[in-house]
Nanobody, 115 residues
Framework: QVQLVESGGGLVQPGGSLKLSCAASGSIFRFYAMNWYRQTPGKQRELVAGIISGGSTNYADSVKGRFTISRDNARNTVALQMNSLKAEDTAVYYC?????????WGQGTQVTVSS
């Protein structure tokens, strides 16, 4: 069983920055591929960024150049640095991983970009 706990959401003005963090349980965290998804009401959850155990990353086109995903295997954490935020980035952000075919999700953290 893997537990994921997100933190760091909040209200920010357009053009501002936020950093989300996800703390994961599990002694083999370093082998997990970790992802950040986001969801707005009435829409499907979408993949924002991912990082594999070796450190390679991938991003949705809508966030490339603005968001950076990183991981700290010593602390079992994965972070999402979000810069140049736009109103359309407003969503609930979820940390995610899949272990042995089972998908795990955090409880989500709200990010609101508004003036």
């Amino acid at each position: 069983q893997v537990q994921l706990v997100e933190s760091g959401g909040g209200l920010v003005q357009p053009g501002g920055s936020l950093k989300l963090s996800c703390a994961a349980s599990g002694s083999i965290f370093r082998f997990y591929a970790m992802n950040w998804y986001r969801q707005t009401p009435g829409k499907q959850r979408e993949l924002v960024a991912g990082i594999i155990s070796g450190g390679s990353t991938n991003y949705a086109d809508s966030v490339k150049g603005r968001f950076t995903i990183s991981r700290d295997n010593a602390r079992n954490t994965v972070a999402l640095q979000m810069n140049s935020l736009k109103a359309e980035d407003t969503a609930v952000y979820y940390c995610n991983t899949r272990v042995s075919g089972v998908m795990y999700w955090g409880q989500g953290t709200q990010v609101t970009v508004s003036s």
